[in-house]
């Protein structure tokens, strides 16, 4: 093995351990889980003794496995920085690949020679298993996993699993998903992945919130007015239409990354970051979303496909001329709603959620917006029309977080105008070059489970969007169609007008 070079790191190695990445051959693996282990093995937070097993039907054996990672990682950077090749070495020597097939016995028995065969070598047994593959293989793998025993932890050797998204397509199904995990693995097993988690400032928010004398008192109904929560994409479906048109934008981003962000903001503070706290909180946030019921869906939810546009200065196609997409599709690409958080906190406060493909410009925030303080000084003055403040956590891109509030305009008469205080994470903070998934992955083998997604989080998400879900099938939601490169249907506007709001733009800019 190649000696590991000296790099300076802010955490200490993650304990050894053997990654299993199932679907080795496939494109996470690819385009995000081998340079996000370039990054870490960069920044040297892997142990000596870590190593990493490929399993796929793709034939291959460990020289040409790494010859295909190498390309792979030539061809898509280590994500922002030139390849260092003593890194690459030092990561690629530790590289194994095992083929075979997902639903055959025989293939667990050769991964569970392979991992005899490194203990034997390192002494050290845990291993945690990587799920890079379609969700119909989730359970399956899990429980041949389990029939092979290589689930079982000795004393002092841990078996973890990580499951990718989407986790079910509605709550029966996630509940199913859940039960047959649980069948085979105890729940501290198990990393159910969400790659938002992932982002920096959306961790930020606990900071911003618990860290700080000045926000928590004003974080709730008597002081915020709404909150909006937008994912705005500019990407259209591009190749995944075949899994897209059967999923749409509702399962595949609200259940998971959007009630994240929601948690994140609304949830009580946890009595410590140890990651049962934080999961509880968040779960008992998820579970107050009010369950719409099936009318309420009609003037609560707006829907949306994209028509032919462009966006960025280039054409895009109708969604229903994409390829994989039925042309008679009703599968939405956008998706507003509005939704009511019954607890103390929240009381009568909307939470107003948007994301969608092909809109305008790509945009992840959360703005709070406040109360307006009382005009009784300005009410006579047209020029002092008091706006809202708003506060807004930029989770990308750009992050940062806002703080929109009044000043007097220089000059003899009184006039207010809106300006902007603005942190930017770039000008305090160098940030090391990130996929999104070094910190989960680093976390998962450090044993540390904060950011990912318990049984009950994913459940309580699912338990929220199935009443949606039931009116979308009950034909009771339209979808409308919205131009590429806009900012989705008008109707979407319509949801917050009735409610005397409008959506903060999504195309305006951050002044520097
Ligand atoms: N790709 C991405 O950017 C992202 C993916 N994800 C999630 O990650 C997971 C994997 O996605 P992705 O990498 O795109 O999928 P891929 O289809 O690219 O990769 C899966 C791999 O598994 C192999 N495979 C399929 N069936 C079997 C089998 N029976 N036995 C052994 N190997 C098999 C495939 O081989 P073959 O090609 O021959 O079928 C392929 O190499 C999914 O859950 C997805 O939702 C999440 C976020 C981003
Ligand atoms: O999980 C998913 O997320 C991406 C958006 O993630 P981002 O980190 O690029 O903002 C989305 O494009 C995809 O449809 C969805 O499956």
Not at 64 to 69: A, D, G, I, T
Not at 204 to 224: D, T
Not at 383 to 395: G, R, T
């Amino acid at each position: 093995m190649v000696e590991a070079p000296v790099i300076q790191a802010d955490a200490p190695p993650a304990p050894p351990c053997a990654l299993v990445i199932f679907g080795a051959s496939g494109d996470l693996t690819k385009r995000l889980l081998m340079p996000s282990l370039y990054n870490l093995a960069h920044e040297g937070v892997l142990d000596a003794n870590f190593t990493i097993i490929g399993v796929d039907r793709v034939e291959h054996d460990d020289a040409s496995f790494r010859e295909h990672l190498t390309d792979a990682v030539e061809e898509f950077g280590a994500k922002s920085h030139p390849l260092d090749r003593e890194v690459w070495q030092w990561l690629i020597s530790r590289i194994g690949y095992v083929t075979g097939d997902f639903d055959s016995p025989e293939t667990y028995e050769r991964l569970k020679t392979r991992l005899a065969d490194r203990q034997g070598e390192t002494g050290d047994a845990n291993a945690v298993f990587y799920m890079a593959v379609t969700p119909r293989f989730f359970a399956p793998i899990a429980e041949h996993l389990g029939a092979a025993d290589l689930l079982t932890e000795g004393e002092n050797a841990f078996r973890r699993f990580v499951v990718e998204k989407p986790f079910g397509t509605d709550l029966a199904s996630a509940k199913a998903l859940n039960a047959r995990l649980l069948a085979v693995a105890d729940e501290n097993q198990i990393y159910r992945m969400d790659h938002f988690l992932g982002k920096e400032t959306v961790q930020n928010v606990m900071a911003l919130r618990f860290g700080n004398g000045m926000f928590e008192p004003i974080w709730s109904r008597g002081y915020v007015d709404h909150v909006q929560i937008t994912a705005a994409e500019t990407v259209g479906v591009e190749q995944r239409g075949r899994f897209y048109d059967a999923t749409g934008a509702l399962r595949d981003m609200v259940p998971n990354h959007i009630f994240q962000l929601l948690a994140m903001v609304a949830m009580e503070p946890p009595n410590s970051f140890d990651a049962d706290a934080v999961r509880t909180e968040k779960s008992k946030v998820i579970q107050a979303i009010r369950q719409m019921r099936l009318g309420e869906a009609a003037t609560h939810v707006v829907r949306g496909q994209y028509r032919a546009g462009e966006v960025l200065g280039k054409p895009v196609a109708d969604y229903r001329e994409e390829p994989d997409v039925s042309p008679e599709s009703h599968t939405e690409t956008f998706i507003a709603m509005k939704c009511l958080i019954d607890n103390w906190r929240w009381n009568g406060v909307p939470f107003y959620i948007r994301t969608g493909k092909a809109l305008a410009t790509r945009r992840t925030e959360i703005a709070i917006h406040f109360k307006k303080a009382p005009g009784v000084l300005f009410r006579n003055d047209p020029d002092c029309e008091l706006a809202p403040n708003v506060l807004v956590i930029h989770v990308q891109p750009d992050e940062g977080i806002s703080l929109r509030f009044a000043a007097k305009v220089p000059g003899r008469k009184v006039r207010l105008s809106e300006v902007d205080m603005d942190f930017r994470y770039a000008d305090y903070f160098q940030s090391a070059p990130s996929t999104g998934y070094e910190t989960l992955i680093y976390d998962c083998l450090s044993g540390d489970p904060t950011l990912f997604q318990r049984a009950d989080n994913i459940e309580a998400g699912w338990a929220a969007v199935d009443p949606i879900l039931k009116a979308v099938e009950a034909g009771m939601v339209d979808v409308h169609g919205y131009a590429a490169g806009s900012s989705g249907p008008t109707m979407a506007d319509v949801l917050l007008a009735q409610d005397g709001f409008q959506w903060l733009p999504l195309e305006r800019d951050r002044p520097r």
